[in-house]
């Protein structure tokens, strides 16, 4: 992509563009929404859109790239007590950054998550995600430890019930607060961890006041 991303002209076509296309996307296939569609209701010239982007797979590429990018800068957090014990940092995935986060973007994530239509953006995600799973165990496992379970089915195992779990909870209409998600979920990996899985102490779930934040 052409031109300064810091450049404030550069910023606002690209979230323009972006908006256009997440709203394009509750509507209709990616295959189906062409760049001409994009640029009308982004209210931007088509000579304006190649300037940025070679063609619509570059940029739905770019577009999707930038969403998840955004969101794991907020959600991934260094971890003091592991990367004290571990003697190098120690990223975990808080918990509390992403319901709030998401519940903040609900519209864009709901129609990325949520559409039949579209599931790229959440193999994209679901990727990310086991990435960074992958990433931690291979910092935090000693390197003879062989886990009882093969770490992709862990890693998949977790990638659907986290993804599967924050859907339904945009599709339900947000009934619970980010808040209490974050504490509910959190019940649920400690649940989980007496039986000392690892890849848990992936997310971090700060302590929270008891149940009680329902709308």
């Not at 969403?67 to 971890?79: P, R, T």
């Not at 998600?181 to 019940?187: E, P």
Request: no cysteine.
């Amino acid at each position: 992509m052409a031109g300064n991303k810091t450049d404030p002209r550069v910023v606002k076509t690209r979230n323009s563009l972006r908006k256009a296309l997440v709203y394009l996307m509750r509507r209709e296939k990616l295959e189906d929404i062409s760049v001409q569609k994009i640029t009308e209701t982004a209210n931007i010239t088509r000579g304006t859109f190649y300037l940025h982007y070679k063609d619509k797979k570059d940029f739905i590429r770019s577009a999707i790239n930038e969403i998840l990018d955004e969101f794991f800068d907020q959600v991934m957090v260094e971890s003091e007590d592991l990367s004290f014990s571990k003697g190098q940092t120690v990223q975990v995935f808080s918990l509390q950054k992403a319901f709030q986060y998401i519940e903040s973007e609900a519209d864009i994530f709901d129609v990325l998550l949520n559409n039949e239509r579209n599931d790229f953006f959440y193999e994209q995600l679901y990727d990310r995600l086991s990435e960074q799973l992958s990433r931690f165990y291979t910092v935090m496992a000693e390197s003879d430890e062989q886990p009882k379970v093969p770490l992709n089915l862990q890693i998949s195992f977790i990638d659907s019930a986290l993804l599967g779990i924050i859907s339904h909870w945009l599709k339900d209409g947000m009934i619970y607060t980010s808040r209490y998600m974050t504490q509910s979920v959190g019940k649920m990996l400690d649940q989980l961890d007496s039986n000392n899985i690892l890849l848990l102490d992936f997310f971090s779930h700060e302590a929270e006041p008891a149940l009680q934040d329902i709308q």
